[in-house]
């Protein structure tokens, strides 16, 4: 889920950038810095949960990782200037930026001959992530705006905090 809430947001720029350049009338400029803020926070925000996976174990990093998305991505709906929307979205690029873990956890529960094939089969959720974002504009976004549609697109995020109790830590962790 995680993954797939790592396909919606990369998505959701590409979307929510037109839209915003209509509503706030938003110059070129603008709305290139605000689709490619996320990624710096996604360059910073590798190191950080890096750093707090070795530390305090892969589960506890994907669940703050988790937790830090779907938080700033339901705020960053409320947002009420353009300039709060950047600062929001780098926000949400930082927790983002921990879900690349989740392959190096996955792979350590499975035999060495499955981990190349399974860390394949993991980015399709990054690319139905990318569809799950693109369906909800189609479903949401002239009826209910961009506001309930980027909470919407939080929605993976959230659910992987649902479950996320069952899930073990990292045996390398251990």
């Known amino acids: ?51 707090i996976a070795d530390k305090y174990g ?9 937790s830090w998305v779907f938080y700033y991505s339901v705020v960053s709906a409320s947002s009420p200037t353009y300039s709060w929307m950047v600062m929001l979205r780098l926000f949400v690029g930082l927790g983002i930026a921990g879900v690349p873990q989740t392959a190096a956890y996955y792979v350590e529960f499975l035999p060495v001959q499955y981990r190349g094939k399974a860390i394949v089969l993991i980015e399709i959720f990054f690319a139905l992530g990318g569809i799950f974002a693109g369906v909800l504009a189609l479903l949401l976004l002239n009826e209910y705006g961009w506001r309930w549609w980027l909470v919407a697109c939080a929605a993976p995020a959230f659910s992987f905090l649902l479950f996320s109790k069952w899930i073990p830590e990292s045996p390398r962790y251990h």
């Open 1 to 51: 889920m995680v993954w797939l809430s790592d396909g919606a947001e990369a998505t959701l720029m590409s979307i929510l950038g037109p839209v915003l350049v209509c509503e706030w009338n938003i110059s070129n400029w603008q709305e290139a810095l605000f689709s490619g803020i996320p990624y710096i926070g996604w360059a910073v925000g590798g190191i950080i949960f890096g750093v």
């Open 58 to 66: 892969r589960k506890a990093s994907l669940i703050l990782c988790a």
